[in-house]
Each structure stands twice: as C-alpha cells, then as structure tokens.
C-alpha cells in the first residue's frame, strides 16, 4: 500500500535526480530510473547532521526529515565515541560513482562496505539482487542492511566480512565497488575480478577506476570529481586518527608553505592525500574568514601545526615537511588536477603516476 510518505519521497527524489542531472552528476538515464525507483529514506531512518557546530540527530519523527534525506548531502549513521563511522553517501558522489563502474546486464558485482544498504539497493535494482554480494565489516550495520533490503525487496547477499580481503567464497566478479576511503587499493581486489573487469575505489581525497588485467595486476585513473569518505576500519573501532597531542613538538620555524594552500587548494589537498596518507587536518581562521592556522595529524602518532609562517611538528613523520616536498612537486608539475594522476595495482604493491604509467609520482607511498 503507498503511503502519504511514500508519495511524497517519490516526488522528491524526482526533484534530486532532475537537480542531479541539470548538474551533470547524473547522465545515464538507465540510473535515473533506477534513481527515481528505489526509495532513500528506509535506509535511513535516523541520522546526525551538524547543526551550529553541534551534532543534530534526526529522526523520522522529525517534520524535516524526509526533506533532509532527499538532499544532495552525505548522512551520518552511526556514532563511535561521538564520532561518526557510517554514513549514507551524498547521493550525487553514488551516482558518479555508479555510472563510473559501467555495469551492464548479467554482471556481477562485490561492493566493500554496505553501510546503510542504500548502495546495495541500487545496483540491486539495476542487476537484480542475486547478482550482488556486498560486505560489511560491522555486524550490526550488516544485519540491518540486510534487513532494510529484505523489506524492500531486494535478495541482495549481505555478508558480515573485512571487504579489504574481498569475498572470495563469490568470485570472480565483474566489478567492483567500494564505499569507504582507502590509502592504498588492497591487493587482495584484482585477482576477485574477472580480467576487463573495473574496480572503482575511494582512494584518498579521489576516486580511481581501475581495469583489471592479468596476473592480478589492475591499471586506471581518477576520476575528476572530489570524492571524500570515511576511513575503512577494523570492527568497533572509528577509523580516523586520535590527536595525539603537541607534546614533544619541536621549536617553530619558518615555512614558505601558506597554510590557505593547505585547506583550500583543492587539487593539492588531493595530492596530499595521496603523500601523507591517514592523515586528519583540522583549520582556523580568523574573523575574516582568512586560515589563521593549520593542523595535521596521524595515528602514528606524528603531529604538526602552523600559525601564520611558524611551524611546530613531532613524532615518527615530520608531517609539515612532507607537505612542503608535496607542494613544491605539485608547482613544478603545473598543479595537476586528480583526472591526471592514475595507480597501478600488482601484487607487490601499488604505484600513483602522473599522465601515463611510464611517469610515476616519486615519494608517494608504495604498499598497503
């Protein structure tokens, strides 16, 4: 039976896929469809939004509610010690994404981290549900993914497993997608992908499309499109670094590096991503507006902070240091936007090049 709150998601996920497509993040008017069927809000039915600088939870008891879940916006879905380790993608980041993996039908397809389940329902609706396995690390969000899906209609295979190792009880695939943040593509991928196949993977502040070729090697570049998601993590726990504090930070120095590049230049925080990788940065700025100052930070415990022109930093890596080389390599590169750069997988580890294969990024970390 529709409801009154079914008919009323349905014209507002119309309304997001007509502003979606006028903004050239939906083009496939297969997904439209598929878009326009497959219902957001049972899989989220409370989430966190950030409201004056405090978390929000919302509810569907909520009269914004249902108007917040058909917004172009990630979700937060889940809290560990107040910080958030699941969420809902911004459905415009989903639909790039999906187009990107290029599925066609009788495909199979792994996806890493079901989260919600709302991912899986997609590719469900497009390939049949049958043709899908999805995991995801957290049991609890596991069997209520499972659950969401099942009321919905989907048969989708949910399986509590780390998707860093894939699931190899289902392969080959032919495809491959992955909904959480990766440093480097796990190994473990290519040789669960049948050769021709894609691999499309969140790969620091990108999204890289790899084809799969023989002998588990697998090649591809980043998409042009910002791409932000949570860390993959271990079971219980958040997957983003703790401040490990300034103790121990060495005296200030100079730095020819402004701190604005850090936290505004889009197309370097991208490459720093990819030098410094599993790294958290927090800024300030004044009542201007401008940065005023700029934090780094690790969980190995390395830590960095500059204020105006004055560096401090400690731990294992000099983290400011490393910023500076990468900025120094991205001038005399012209600053390369994401679409130029591309990653090699082999079983040895992964390599990030620049323009072509032949021409790989030096200092850019080599292993998972």
Known sequence: MTTHTDERAARLRTALADALEAGGQLTDPTWRKVFETVPRHPFVPEFWTLAGGRQRHVTSADPQWLDLVYTDDALATQLTDGVATSSSTAPGLMLTMLQALDVADGHRVLEVATGTGYNAALLSERLGGD???????????????????????????????????????????????????FSAVPAAWPAQVRPGGLIV???????????????????????????????????????????????????????????????????????????????????????????????????????????????????????????????????????????????????????????????????????Y
């Open 201 to 367: 993977c969140p790969l620091g502040w990108g999204t890289v499309c790899l084809v799969v070729g023989d002998r588990r090697r697998a090649e591809g570049r980043f998409l042009p499109d910002a791409s932000y998601f949570m860390s993959v993590r271990d079971a219980g726990a958040t997957g983003a670094p703790a401040h490990p504090g300034s103790s121990g930070a060495k005296s200030g120095r100079l730095t020819g590096l402004d701190p604005a590049a850090v936290a505004e230049d889009d197309a370097f925080r991208f490459l720093l991503s990819l030098a410094v990788p599993d790294t958290a940065s927090a800024t300030e700025r004044g009542d201007d507006g401008r940065v005023t100052a700029v934090e780094l930070w690790s969980g190995d415990g390395a830590w960095a902070r500059v204020e105006g022109e004055v560096v401090r930093q400690s731990g294992p890596r000099l983290l400011w240091d490393a910023a500076e080389a990468a900025h120094e390599w991205y001038a005399a590169h012209d600053r390369p936007g994401r679409e130029r750069f591309g990653v090699t997988v082999t079983p040895e580890g992964q390599h990030i090049w620049l323009d072509s294969p032949r021409r790989p990024v030096r200092g850019i970390p080599a292993t």
């Open 131 to 181: 043709q899908v396995v999805t995991a995801e690390i957290d049991p609890l969000l596991s069997r209520l993914a499972e659950s969401r899906l099942r009321r919905c209609g989907y048969a989708s295979l949910v399986v509590a497993a780390d998707g860093r190792h894939g699931y190899p009880a289902q392969a080959p695939y032919d495809r491959l997608i992955a909904t959480c943040g």
